[in-house]
């Protein structure tokens, strides 16, 4: 099973800062990684596909980068909506998510 | 409208059974891949199982293996989880998924509003 670990667990931001989040899998799952964000009470929604590819509706202030075993999703300028847990997922081989990094205001 | 909705959920004993439905609206059906994901209370997400879109293909994650069974109506448009010898360590929030392609392996890019089930002791 490919493990999936994100870094940091938990990481404070001041509205307008930018965001960086990590994800590393324990193998190379090419650019086959997806990332949700989930909201409080909420299902997860799917914010970037094939590791930098934005989902329909989401805003451009929302990047993925990375590929093999290393991936970041940037968010450029936090609003107050984009508080939330973030997940990264690989699907190379089935699917395997990350535990999540929980996204605060600072 | 792209839609899910799952339905089922509940509360249950230990070693007993239950069958979670999903159905589907806005979309052609049975040419999309789906799967069910999993959250306990509390945790992360966990991939519970998946089915073609033809339904001739399934797959499950082995801690369900023997106890789980995910199924398709695609006449009524509707995607099931047939639970079977449940533990206490099943109690979890259920989402169904859809992916972009009729084969399983792709990213969800529509999830559900999930269907609670838990234990009873």
């Known amino acids: 099973e490919i493990v999936m670990t994100q870094s940091p667990a938990t990481l404070s931001v001041s509205l307008g800062e930018r965001a960086t989040l990590s994800c590393r899998a324990s193998q190379s799952v090419s650019n086959n990684l997806a990332w949700y964000q989930q909201k409080r009470g909420q299902a997860p929604r799917l914010l970037i596909y094939?590791?930098?590819t934005r989902a329909t509706g989401i805003p451009a202030r929302f990047s993925g980068s990375g590929s093999g075993t290393e991936f970041t999703l940037t968010i450029s300028s936090l609003q107050s909506e984009d508080f939330a847990v973030y997940y990264c997922q690989q699907y190379n081989n089935w699917y395997t998510f990350g535990q999540g990094t929980k996204l605060e205001i600072k | 409208e792209v839609q899910l909705v799952e339905s089922g959920g509940g509360l249950v004993q230990p070693g007993g059974s239950l069958t979670l439905s999903c159905t589907a609206s806005?979309?052609?059906?049975?040419?999309?891949?789906m799967s069910w994901v999993r959250q306990a209370p509390g945790e992360g997400l966990e991939w519970v199982s998946a089915i073609s879109g033809a339904g001739g293909f399934t797959y499950q994650t082995d801690s369900v293996k023997g106890r789980f069974t995910i199924s398709r109506d695609n006449l009524k448009r509707t995607l099931y989880l047939h639970m079977n010898s449940l533990r206490a360590e099943d109690t979890a929030v259920y989402y169904c998924a859809k992916e972009p392609f009729a084969s399983p392996g792709d990213a969800f890019d529509v999830w559900g509003q999930g269907t609670l089930v838990t234990f009873s002791s």
């Open positions: 806005g979309f052609t059906f049975d040419n999309y891949a």
């Open positions: 094939g590791a930098s």
